[in-house]
């Protein structure tokens, strides 16, 4: 069960559309629909962005988007703001009840 | 709202077993719907799963820890506690507990976290 990859950093100017990859296996990403995304604040609590690869829990802004395709699944974040610079990780399930989460990026508002 | 509350030592010594606990509340642990985490962060490092509890006791491990770990749940405390064995300077994080959303397979609800070092 190894660390799904993502990319180290992406940065933005405010207003711009960001996407950040998270690439996994056929064991993972590939088998499910069920990737989910959070946003993490240095020192608060990780927050759910996206569940089932795009869908957004209640409350969550709709610049958050997020979609698959085979072994990859992105999180788009659209009108980019500078409360959104944080560290963002993916999560995928990996069958039996266990998952596996990405290695983070790093968001940077310009 | 349900809130989690987590609490336990900072500081453990190499070998020491780390045990830390998740404290339920405005809700139910023996809720259906929900499963109940563990999740960490090393020090500039990403998030890793740990583990995982239902309320009726059934669990799910991190291949990775299986061997050190143990994740138990006392519904007549509304807690669900971890242990892990034999911890070295690798184990030092911080520490989160976690409600599992059952039918989405996520995360929805966060405790504070814990900073665990681990050091003589």
């Known amino acids: 069960q190894s660390a799904l990859t993502q990319p180290a950093s992406v940065s933005g100017s405010p207003g711009q559309s960001i996407t950040i990859s998270c690439t996994g296996t056929?064991?993972?990403?590939?088998?499910?629909?069920?990737v989910s995304w959070y946003q993490h604040h240095p020192g608060k609590a990780p927050q759910l962005m996206i569940y089932e690869g795009s869908n957004r829990p209640s409350g969550v802004s709709n610049r958050f988007s997020g979609s698959k395709s085979v072994n990859t699944a992105s999180l788009t974040i659209s009108g980019l703001q500078a409360e959104d610079e944080a560290d963002y990780y993916c999560?995928?399930?990996?069958?039996?009840?266990?998952?596996?989460f990405g290695t983070g990026t790093k968001v940077t508002v310009l | 709202q349900l809130q989690l509350q987590q609490s336990g030592p900072g500081l453990v010594k190499p070998s020491e077993t780390l045990s830390l606990t998740c404290t339920v509340s405005?809700?139910?642990?023996?809720?259906?719907?929900?499963?109940w985490d563990w999740i960490r962060q090393p020090p500039g490092q990403g998030l890793e799963w740990i583990g995982s509890?239902?309320?009726?006791?059934?669990?799910s491990y991190n291949p990775s820890l299986k061997s050190r770990v143990t994740i138990s749940v006392d519904p007549s405390k509304n807690q669900f506690s971890l242990k892990l064995t034999s911890v070295t300077a690798a184990d030092t994080a911080v520490y989160y507990c976690?409600?599992?959303?059952?039918?989405?397979?996520?995360?929805?609800?966060w405790g504070q976290g814990t900073r665990v070092t681990v050091s003589s």
């Open positions: 405005g809700g139910s642990i023996s809720s259906t719907s929900y499963y």
């Open positions: 056929s064991s993972d990403v590939g088998s499910y629909n069920l």
């Open positions: 509890i239902y309320y009726s006791g059934s669990t």
């Open positions: 976690a409600r599992q959303w059952e039918v989405a397979y996520a995360f929805d609800i």
């Open positions: 999560c995928s399930y990996a069958g039996s009840r266990t998952y596996v």
